[in-house]
């Protein structure tokens, strides 16, 4: 119905979703984490099959930031805090909310309109402050 209306959407799929959906192969990789079954490429394939079927024009743009992103391996933080963003992302998304994003304000998960944080003046980041090098040794970055 979105695509109807609004004439795109974008889609967000964690890591490891597809465990549930396809069967992994149970390898793991160098660093030692459960290599994953792909379900984004499973996904990109269902949804063209679908949008084909119901004769919807459609182009599937498909990122795969994989390791791109990770610099160390979680702790039970990360998989903790990831695992409730995921479930609050794909309430919104069950509940028909768009535009919107999912982020943790004073200790509670709440639901933030993308153009209230994008209109923002820009602010930024203090790479010799505290509060930059607490994030840093909080997630055991390297300080280059």
């Known amino acids: 119905e979105l695509m109807r209306q609004k004439k795109h959407c974008v889609i967000v799929v964690a890591e490891g979703c597809g465990d549930t959906l396809i ?22 394939g269902a949804i063209a099959k679908k ?16 390791y ?21 992302a794909v309430h919104a ?15 509670r998960y709440v639901y933030l309109p993308i153009h209230a944080i994008t209109m923002q003046k820009g602010r930024r980041v203090d790479v010799r402050g505290r509060w930059f090098m607490r994030m840093l040794e909080t997630t ?4 280059f």
């Open 23 to 44: 069967k992994s192969s149970g390898e793991v990789d160098a660093g030692g984490n459960k290599v994953l079954a792909d379900a984004g490429l499973w996904l990109k």
């Open 68 to 88: 791109m992103i990770r610099s160390i391996p979680a702790n039970a933080f990360d998989s903790q805090y990831c695992s409730a963003l995921a479930q609050n």
């Open 51 to 66: 949008m084909k079927e119901l004769e919807i024009p459609h182009t599937i743009k498909y990122i795969d930031p994989t």
């Open 140 to 143: 055991r970055q390297p300080d």
């Open 93 to 107: 998304a069950l509940a028909g909310f768009s535009g919107i994003t999912v982020g943790k304000v004073h200790e």
